[in-house]
């Protein structure tokens, strides 16, 4: 079976949409997909009819691409109010030889969720931490294993039903069924995780349109999150107020001809802006790049004294992600504020290679280590579909050795 995937986030400025193919671990981009955002507030519903329409536009857009009509993802969930907690939980082994598989994995996990969501809450991931087969303890992978009883212990995130549902419910509008729900900063880590990160404590930092999501993630278990409300658009606000352009203006300037350090900034590379009828300013590369660079700075000391309020355990790794990271120098105002053992994550996916796309495609990751585990096999497109965009993707695609097939059981939790 083809392992073909689609991953959508809905941040507050732009929707990601990520079509890939995973094929012996590797990771194939077929489609990708940035667009406009509307209706949706440092991740919250204000506006569903907009928030839905604009969704459409976009899956319209990247079915156009690879041929195929898409009406099934796994989706990237806002962490405004996410809760997490360890919990356990313990089954009985039923197979007469007492050997373990993908099922008992999975009751595992449903016991460990029993009685540990409230009402008002509504279960977005658990993600196991380690597993014991009777006496035996620290196990990562249970599969085959012989023993009468499972145990797992396990983290679990929730989050507030009044927040997930209006946020849910925009495809339910779309027609797109919702395969998964996962939380965005864990497709950012599993976008650029390592062998070395999967073993240490570290952290997480996606500076978005409107927020900064803050998360530590201990041996690739996401443990605790907080969220700063600011983003990359207070740097369009401080072009505003010093050079008098308007947003769409500020935002171009900061785009297309900012960098983020001074180091890379050219001082006789000047631009003139419109700013009425009448008036126009020429701004200087260097002196724009100030202002960029002086709020990057503000915003990476803000997130590095939430990562400190966090834990105040030693962090081995920062990764710092999100579209604003793309600007040149980015790192090295990165390694300037947070130290040495921080830095810009190496999105160099070949059909994204932009880091706005790192939750949209890392929870494509994540999900496929999910199902792995499972012991489950899943596409989202059967074989007449796949077909079709092997004609549309550029020969990315093999020919097709197994019948492919969308259902999958359980596959939620």
Same mark, same amino acid.
């Given at each position: 079976?083809?392992?073909?995937?689609?991953?959508?986030?809905?941040?507050?400025?732009?929707?990601?949409?990520?079509?890939?193919?995973?094929?012996?671990?590797?990771?194939?981009?077929?489609?990708?997909?940035?667009?406009?955002?509307?209706?949706?507030?440092?991740?919250?519903?204000?506006?569903?009819?907009?928030?839905?329409?604009?969704?459409?536009?976009?899956?319209?857009?990247?079915?156009?691409?690879?041929?195929?009509?898409?009406?099934?993802?796994?989706?990237?969930?806002?962490?405004?109010?996410?809760?997490?907690?360890?919990?356990?939980?313990?089954?009985?082994?039923?197979?007469?030889?007492?050997?373990?598989?993908?099922?008992?994995?999975?009751?595992?996990?449903?016991?460990?969720?029993?009685?540990?969501?409230?009402?008002?809450?509504?279960?977005?991931?658990?993600?196991?931490?380690?597993?014991?087969?009777?006496?035996?303890?620290?196990?990562?992978?249970?599969?085959?294993?012989?023993?009468?009883?499972?145990?797992?212990?396990?983290?679990?995130?929730?989050?507030?039903?009044?927040?997930?549902?209006?946020?849910?419910?925009?495809?339910?509008?779309?027609?797109?069924?919702?395969?998964?729900?996962?939380?965005?900063?864990?497709?950012?880590?599993?976008?650029?995780?390592?062998?070395?990160?999967?073993?240490?404590?570290?952290?997480?930092?996606?500076?978005?349109?409107?927020?900064?999501?803050?998360? %530590?993630?201990?041996?690739?278990?996401?443990? !605790? /999150?907080? @969220?700063?409300? #600011?983003?990359? +658009?207070? &740097?369009?606000?401080? =072009?505003?107020?010093?050079?008098?352009?308007?947003?769409?203006?500020?935002?171009?300037?900061?785009?297309?001809?900012?960098?983020?350090?001074?180091?890379?900034?050219?001082?006789?590379?000047?631009?003139?802006?419109?700013?009425?009828?009448?008036?126009?300013?020429?701004?200087?590369?260097?002196?724009?790049?100030?202002?960029?660079?002086?709020? %990057?700075?503000?915003?990476?000391?803000?997130? !590095? /004294?939430? @990562?400190?309020? #966090?834990?105040? +355990?030693? &962090?081995?790794?920062? =990764?710092?992600?999100?579209?604003?990271?793309?600007?040149?120098?980015?790192?090295?105002?990165?390694?300037?504020?947070?130290?040495?053992?921080?830095?810009?994550?190496?999105?160099?996916?070949?059909?994204?290679?932009?880091?706005?796309?790192?939750?949209?495609?890392?929870?494509?990751?994540?999900?496929?280590?999910?199902?792995?585990?499972?012991?489950?096999?899943?596409?989202?497109?059967?074989?007449?579909?796949?077909?079709?965009?092997?004609?549309?993707?550029?020969?990315?695609?093999?020919?097709?050795?197994?019948?492919?097939?969308?259902?999958?059981?359980?596959?939620?939790?």
């Amino acid at each position: 079976m083809r392992k073909i995937y689609t991953g959508i986030d809905i941040g507050s400025d732009s929707i990601k949409i990520v079509v890939a193919e995973i094929k012996n671990d590797n990771f194939y981009v077929l489609a990708s997909t940035s667009t406009k955002s509307k209706g949706i507030k440092r991740g919250l519903v204000v506006d569903a009819d907009a928030a839905s329409s604009a969704l459409k536009d976009a899956v319209t857009k990247i079915e156009k691409q690879i041929g195929v009509r898409i009406d099934k993802a796994i989706v990237s969930v806002p962490s405004s109010g996410k809760k997490l907690k360890i919990v356990s939980g313990n089954i009985a082994i039923k197979d007469e030889n007492h050997k373990i598989n993908g099922r008992d994995i999975n009751r595992a996990l449903k016991d460990a969720v029993i009685g540990n969501v409230l009402d008002e809450d509504e279960l977005v991931t658990i993600v196991p931490i380690v597993f014991n087969v009777d006496n035996r303890e620290n196990i990562f992978d249970p599969k085959g294993e012989e023993g009468k009883e499972l145990g797992v212990k396990a983290v679990i995130g929730v989050s507030p039903k009044k927040i997930l549902y209006p946020y849910m419910n925009i495809f339910t509008e779309a027609n797109i069924e919702i395969v998964d729900i996962v939380f965005g900063s864990i497709g950012d880590y599993y976008i650029g995780s390592n062998k070395d990160n999967d073993k240490a404590l570290g952290a997480i930092i996606n500076i978005g349109e409107e927020t900064i999501n803050v998360s %530590i993630f201990n041996k690739k278990i996401i443990i !605790k /999150n907080e @969220i700063i409300k #600011l983003g990359s +658009r207070n &740097i369009d606000n401080d =072009i505003i107020y010093i050079y008098g352009v308007d947003r769409q203006e500020a935002r171009y300037l900061k785009e297309n001809f900012a960098v983020a350090s001074v180091r890379y900034a050219d001082v006789n590379d000047t631009i003139d802006v419109k700013i009425n009828d009448n008036e126009s300013v020429t701004i200087n590369q260097e002196d724009l790049t100030k202002v960029v660079e002086s709020r %990057i700075s503000e915003l990476l000391k803000l997130a !590095k /004294n939430q @990562i400190n309020n #966090l834990t105040n +355990r030693k &962090i081995s790794y920062i =990764i710092v992600t999100g579209g604003i990271t793309g600007l040149v120098g980015f790192n090295t105002v990165v390694e300037n504020t947070l130290g040495i053992n921080a830095s810009v994550l190496n999105d160099n996916i070949m059909g994204i290679r932009n880091n706005k796309f790192s939750s949209a495609a890392g929870i494509i990751k994540y999900f496929d280590k999910k199902m792995d585990l499972r012991d489950k096999t899943y596409s989202m497109f059967d074989n007449d579909q796949v077909n079709t965009m092997m004609e549309f993707t550029n020969g990315n695609m093999v020919s097709l050795d197994e019948e492919s097939t969308s259902d999958v059981d359980d596959y939620h939790n």
